[in-house]
């Protein structure tokens, strides 16, 4: 299981360009442009570099792709056949050329596991986990960040204790368990949510994919039973990763206030006699808001690429089971593929939080 | 601990430099005492420790032995938290596993964060295209799914305990270099490294000797925090089958031995699960007590 | 920023959506809808050229027909005429002669012809995928099989390279890759020479009970009956089949409701539904034999002591009733039950104390051996169990867990000292097991051969590498049983492949299904035949 980053340092750990003397708003701008540019070069070198170690893994892996296309029978002479027809007889920085120039024209080329496009594998899988993804920041944003807001105004009380217990079971519960005696007791015991998989089997290509997002295509089509039915199995593992979510989200919540509510404005907010409540969500929680959708982005980013084994107890046809199943077949195109999106998503929410951070935050300016 | 003692240790003014360093350390100990889940923690840990070096003593039965006509026999008297599913004990296996976790634990806690220590701070003081080139690697590892690149490194060198923990040193440098070079940027330009610097000592003396003890105390919060991640992750790899073989009894692949069980046996997949979590949650209460001692930014809570 | 708005929106919305019904009425599924859950993430084509994977063929089963097949109500009965009415063997038995049948109608409104049969043959073999090869053993080849295979009218006629028995031809005929595919549609959709390959691997072409729906690999597959069938509409309208890998998330669905049949139960869960009321369990016998091969290569293990210890070393009776409860029986030989001239004998038992004296005789006290097992539960514990009998006879057994790919690409490397796996048959006849347990016309290196025998490193005897080429040409049925009982005998005396297990399928249910079969030991599932009440 991979657990949130805990640092929560904004973006890649660039120190705010010291500023000081007021230049012109020109400039300002200038250079702001300047320094974003930077950041879509790194980002693209970031993500062929991704591209380059996936391939080179996927190349010493001894993990023989050919196989997995002929089959356990296979004669030698149709063993070699398929050997040159998938190209796997150039030398690897001709198939690493090859490749590069696909991926620029949007081709990832085709699935030796599922014998389908990789593009359209794809197009298939993301949407799943983002929707549980998203769902899963959703509960962790709702529930960790007043949580988290609390416990730092009560520090001490039975509240932050609470609190503190509950992140830190959080962060030492094996997922793959959890998931399993959940889905006992839930699903197989209570019967209150959905069973494992997207949907009810009857539900099965019922509704029209418009976002791949079952719950929003279900509302589209204003297929209500749809959309109960797609809700009741998300509710589970979303909860589930909404928990892990809210274990980071509350904790870095709880030390962001810790330090906005020692600062001296908030002395000095409370000294002209402000309400508590307005001095924690008008002033300090407002303070906060910047670093706070950080983490939120990095959570949202590590459930995207760490629910591997949630989606492999819930049969949730994600994007890290179809990764997990590809890289076992030494199904390579499936595998960079899937480690393209996932990357490009996670640098994407980097930059996006960088970005934020150099508009919003006041310091930085 | 006599009264003396106390008080030399507590004393405002330190004669010596060993004073004031015991001194410090024992304050942090106060401190972290008083932190009750915090010393929870460290007695689960302790207790772990010795039951890992007593296994063969302490263990009931030899956990690898089979008897399939008493397979999947529930917790009793003889088998105090059941039998698997090839008739062995489960608390033997238990008490054997705790070798594995802790050799897991420690492999990995050795070679990260030093991997992540020396590429941290070599690309925080050196600057310019050297940090450049590091920090792009780093990200590259960070934009990676961690646990499929840990899949693919263990496929790569075949499965086994050892290159289970080699992937995941491997995938779990990255966030330490970053913590390391942002340690490494806020103190480059201090006073006391020009000074060090114009009495004549080398960038490599710089570093080993005035850079990397200032950010180690940091780093080893941000291991402890991360020792539950590792046994997780290591589980993690032993569920997927791809960690340790059998018949070692590691805690996550008799998980994943025991999910075939879970309607009807329960017990086979919940009391390694119940261990990894007892264990992964006093890393987690021992990396937050010490946090609170040592982390001078979020310190004293 | 006005910032409490967003929060309480947020938290106004995520009590709304937790407060919302979320128990949907578990419905039983509908009454003309068959809904099964299986592992199905093997398949990686419907091209009946190229499907040959088990989950694959159920699917290419139900779209298309064969010239002959099984009657699924009936499967001892045997070879049944199907869109091949009628047939007939010449005089020096090398031409085969079968008539169409007339009026039957592919998906596509197209009639069927002889001249799709011929060519849903010929494409096969030119395609050279992995199922080739059961056409091949007639002598068919990329050059020549449109000289072989021809059509005249309503006849579809095939010239075999020898006079091989009657039963061994209809037998391979009636496995998928002789399914007949729609050629005018195929071809129109034909990409440079691939025979309409890449289209036909995700679509469907052909004249069976059911089209195809939809095929989200890994996920699920839907099929939709054909109402203009020629054999009769079938009963189930709909076919999901959903992608389900644990054992115990198939049996929750089951329980609940949401599923009518579940096809990988493991024995703990198909022991744990026995006092459901609602819920049944039908045991199939399958072609699968679970057996352990002995590489040759290995300085101990080709020791002729050595292999007869090993045959006592395996706790078949404890296997058998432990974690293979109910799903593998004790099966000694390489032909499996149901096949024709399989034998029943299993003369091994586990006894430590005789393997011990036979190798203490040989002088053998210690040594060391590695095993690479697939990751699948049934073949790690049987690994573990005799890795524990072995340790009482002083030998060591060193298990090492892979993924399939892993270990295949060792097996055939010829690189894996013990190998615990699965054969599964290619078609319904006994030379598909006799020809790769039981013959070995090359044991070098560097031949590349696909035979069991070949990946265990074992020079096969000449004389029972020709009594297994001769049972394919006895046309006398008698005479053939007892070629293939004579060959098993002397298999058991030498060979150092140990046949140990044959796999019993375990199919859980609602009790209202009626008429399930997964296709017994020689074919694949069959849903057109399946009822619910």
Redesign the interface.
Same mark, same amino acid.
């Given at each position: 299981m991979v657990q949130p980053d805990m640092t929560g340092q904004p973006g890649r750990g660039t120190p705010p360009p010291a500023g000081g003397v007021p230049s012109a708003r020109a400039a300002r701008l200038r250079r702001r442009a300047r320094s974003l540019g930077g950041l879509v070069l790194s980002l693209a070198l970031t993500l062929l570099g991704l591209l380059l170690v996936t391939f080179v893994i996927g190349r010493v892996m001894p993990i023989d792709p050919v196989l997995k296309v002929v089959g356990e029978r296979a004669t030698q002479a149709q063993y070699e056949a398929a050997r040159i027809a998938m190209g796997l007889d150039k030398p690897l920085w001709q198939q690493f050329l090859l490749y590069m120039g696909e991926v620029l024209r949007g081709d990832f080329g085709r699935s030796i596991s599922t014998g389908h496009p990789v593009a359209q594998d794809l197009r298939r899988v993301f949407p799943a986990t983002v929707e549980l993804a998203s769902l899963g920041t959703l509960i962790g944003v709702c529930v960790g960040v007043p949580l988290g807001v609390v416990a730092a105004a009560r520090r001490g009380g039975w509240i932050d204790q609470i609190a503190r217990v509950v992140a830190l079971v959080g962060y030492s519960m094996p997922i793959f368990w959890l998931g399993l005696m959940g889905l006992l007791l839930f699903y197989g015991i209570l019967g209150w949510v959905g069973g494992p998989g997207r949907q009810g089997i009857i539900y099965d290509g019922m509704v029209p994919t418009v976002t791949g997002l079952i719950l929003v295509d279900s509302l589209i089509a204003g297929d209500w039973a749809a959309f109960r039915d797609a809700f009741s199995h998300i509710v589970l593992p979303a909860s589930l990763l909404g928990y892990f979510s809210l274990a980071y989200i509350s904790r870095m919540t709880r030390s962001f206030m810790l330090e906005q509510l020692s600062a001296e404005y908030v002395v000095t907010a409370r000294v002209k006699g402000l309400s508590e409540r307005r001095v924690i969500w008008g002033h300090a929680f407002r303070n906060i808001l910047v670093p706070l959708i950080t983490v939120i982005a990095l959570s949202f980013g590590s459930l995207l690429e760490g629910s591997v084994l949630t989606e492999i107890v819930f049969s949730w046809p994600g994007i890290g089971q179809y990764i997990t199943k590809a890289l076992l077949a030494g199904d390579m195109n499936a595998v960079l593929g899937g480690t393209v999106v996932v990357g490009t998503c996670f640098v994407a929410l980097n930059l996006l939080s960088d970005i934020l951070y150099r508009l919003l935050d006041p310091r930085a300016k | 601990m006599t009264e003396t003692t106390r008080a030399w240790l507590l004393s405002d003014a330190p004669q010596t430099r060993r004073q004031a360093r015991m001194g410090a350390l024992y304050q942090g100990w106060l401190t972290f005492r008083a932190n009750r889940l915090a010393m929870v923690g460290l007695a689960i840990l302790i207790l772990l420790v010795l039951v890992a070096a007593f296994a063969p003593w302490i263990a009931p039965q030899n956990p690898y032995a089979q008897n399939l006509a008493e397979r999947l026999k529930p917790p009793s008297a003889q088998h105090w938290l059941g039998t698997d599913a090839l008739g062995r004990d489960i608390l033997s296996r238990l008490i054997h596993g705790s070798r594995v976790t802790l050799f897991i634990v420690g492999t990995v806690a050795l070679i990260a964060p030093v991997i992540g220590l020396f590429v941290g701070t070599v690309a925080g003081f050196a600057g310019g295209w050297v940090d450049q080139v590091l920090m792009r690697i780093t990200d590259i590892f960070l934009a990676f799914p961690k646990l499929i690149l840990a899949l693919a490194f263990v496929a790569a060198l075949g499965p086994g305990i050892g290159n289970a923990v080699l992937a995941l040193a491997v995938t779990s440098w990255p966030p330490y270099a970053r913590l390391a070079r942002a340690e490494t940027l806020t103190i480059r330009n201090a006073d006391y490294i020009a000074a060090a610097r114009l009495q004549g000592a080398g960038p490599l003396r710089l570093l080993i000797g005035h850079i990397w003890p200032l950010c180690v105390s940091s780093l080893i919060v941000r291991v402890a925090l991360d020792m539950a991640g590792i046994i997780l992750s290591a589980a993690g790899l032993g569920f997927l089958g791809l960690g340790a073989q059998p018949p070692m009894p590691e805690w996550g692949a008799m998980i994943s031995d025991g999910r075939t069980y879970i309607l009807d046996f329960w017990w086979v997949a919940a009391m390694p699960g119940m261990a990894i979590f007892i264990v992964s949650l006093a890393f987690n209460l021992l990396g937050d007590g010490l946090r609170d001692v040592l982390d001078p930014k979020g310190g004293r809570e | 920023?006005q910032?409490?708005f967003p %929060?309480r929106a %947020?938290?106004l919305?995520?009590a709304v !959506?937790m407060a919302?019904?979320?128990?949907?009425a578990?419905a039983e599924?509908?009454a003309d809808?068959l809904?099964i859950a299986h592992q199905i993430?093997d =398949?990686?084509?419907?091209d009946p050229g190229q499907s040959?994977?088990f989950s694959g063929q159920d699917v290419v089963h139900s779209l298309y027909d064969r010239l002959v097949d099984f009657d699924p109500l009936d499967l001892n009965a045997g070879i049944k005429p199907s869109l091949a009415e009628s047939w007939e063997v010449s005089e020096d038995g090398k031409t085969i002669t079968l008539t169409m049948r007339e009026g039957v109608k592919f998906h596509s409104g197209n009639p069927v012809r002889a001249e799709d049969a011929a060519w849903s043959l010929q494409r096969a073999v030119k395609l050279?995928?992995?199922?080739?090869?059961i056409l091949n053993q007639f002598g068919f080849t990329a050059d020549n099989v449109d000289e072989m295979v021809t059509f005249d009218g309503n006849k579809l006629i095939l010239k075999l390279d020898q006079p091989y028995a009657q039963s061994f031809v209809l037998n391979c005929l009636a496995s998928e890759v002789g399914s007949v595919i729609d050629k005018e549609t195929a071809m129109q959709h034909a990409e440079g020479e691939d025979f309409g390959n890449a289209w036909l691997?995700?679509n469907d072409s052909g004249s069976g009970p059911y089209t195809l /729906?939809?095929w989200?690999?890994?996920?699920?597959v *839907?099929l939709v009956a054909s109402e203009e069938y020629w054999q009769g509409a079938p009963a189930m309208k709909r076919v999901?089949v959903?992608?389900?890998?644990?054992?115990?998330?198939q049996?929750? %669905?089951l329980?609940?409701g949401?599923?009518d049949v579940a096809r990988n139960l493991?024995p703990?869960?198909v022991? /744990?539904i026995a006092g459901n009321d609602e819920l049944k369990v039908a045991d199939e016998l399958r072609g699968r034999i679970l057996y352990m091969g002995l590489s040759q290569k290995d300085p101990l293990l080709q020791r002729p002591e050595m292999i007869e210890a090993m045959k006592y070393l395996i706790?078949y009776a404890?296997?058998e009733?432990?974690?293979l409860k109910g799903q593998w029986k004790v099966h000694q030989n390489f032909l499996p039950e149901g096949y024709l001239g399989a034998s029943d004998e299993n003369p091994w038992t586990y006894d430590i104390e005789k393997a011990r004296q036979i190798l203490s005789d040989a002088g053998i006290t210690s040594g060391t051996v590695k095993t690479v097992v697939r #990751?699948i539960?049934e073949y790690?514990?049987a690994?573990?169990?005799l *890795? !524990?009998a072995m340790a009482q006879v002083g030998l060591t057994l060193e =298990?090492?867990?892979?993924? /399939?790919?892993?270990v %295949?690409?060792a097996y055939?490397a010829r690189q894996v000292p013990v190998f615990i796996g699965e054969w599964g048959p #290619?078609y319904a006849d006994p030379n598909t097991n006799a020809s790769t347990f039981a013959h070995n016309p090359n044991n070098a290196d560097d031949a590349?051969?696909?035979q069991l025998a070949w990946r265990n490193s074992w020079a096969v005897p000449d004389e029972m590498n020709q009594a297994v080429e001769a049972a394919t040409l006895e046309g006398d049925t008698d005479k053939r049983v007892q070629m293939y009982l004579d060959i098993q005998s002397q298999y058991r005396e030498i060979a150092p492949i140990i046949p140990m297990f044959q796999k019993i399928e375990q199919v859980a249910m609602q009790q209202n299904v009626q008429n399930w079969t997964s296709g017994g030991s020689v074919t694949s599932v069959n849903y057109r035949q399946v009822t619910k009440e």
């Open positions: - | - | 920023m910032n409490r %929060l %947020l938290l919305a995520s !959506a919302a019904p979320v128990s949907a578990w599924t509908p809808t809904v993430d =398949i990686i084509s419907l040959f994977e050279n995928k992995s199922p080739a090869f691997s995700t /729906g939809a989200r690999p890994n996920e699920a *839907q999901i959903r992608h389900v890998q644990e054992s115990s998330a049996r929750l %669905l329980e609940q949401d599923v493991t703990t869960d022991e /744990g706790d404890g296997m009733s432990s974690f #990751d539960r790690v514990d690994a573990q169990t *890795q !524990a =298990i090492q867990q892979m993924t /399939g790919a892993q %295949l690409d055939r #290619d590349g051969l696909s």
